[in-house]
């Protein structure tokens, strides 16, 4: 059974660079067609899908966080990585790292459901000074 877990400072200030990590244990991050996804969920909104990294280590990430987004992977660790960089308050949500979620891009946003696939918890990311 794969299991994720979120990591990372449960409060960051704005401007700065937001980092998580998904620590990823029953399977390799590297083994089968499998897509690793960043999903986040502000208060009182829906979710939003940030982006992903395949088995390979191939990335796509939303076009509106495409500029302040990272996505990287320790394949020693079995762990992969968000950085969002410039955060803002509206940055604030719970993130939530995922195995092969579902997501839809209309323009420049990305929306995901939580039919399927193998999420984390979810962490807890205030922006705030």
């Known amino acids: 059974q794969v299991q994720l877990q979120e990591s990372g400072p449960g409060l960051v200030k704005p401007s700065q660079t937001l980092s998580l990590t998904c620590s990823v244990s029953g399977g390799s991050i590297t083994t089968g067609i499998v897509f690793w996804s960043w999903i986040r969920q502000p208060p009182g909104k829906g979710l939003e899908w940030i982006g992903y990294?395949?088995?390979?280590?191939?990335?796509y990430v939303s076009p509106f966080l495409k500029s302040r987004t990272s996505i990287s992977r320790d394949t020693s660790k079995n762990q992969f990585t968000l950085q969002l960089s410039s955060v803002t308050p509206e940055d604030t949500a719970v993130y939530y790292c995922a195995r092969d979620a579902t997501f839809h891009c209309s323009g420049d946003v990305c929306s995901a459901t939580e039919d399927g696939g193998y999420w984390g918890q979810g962490i807890q990311v205030t922006v705030s000074s």
């Open positions: 990294i395949s088995y390979s280590g191939s990335t």
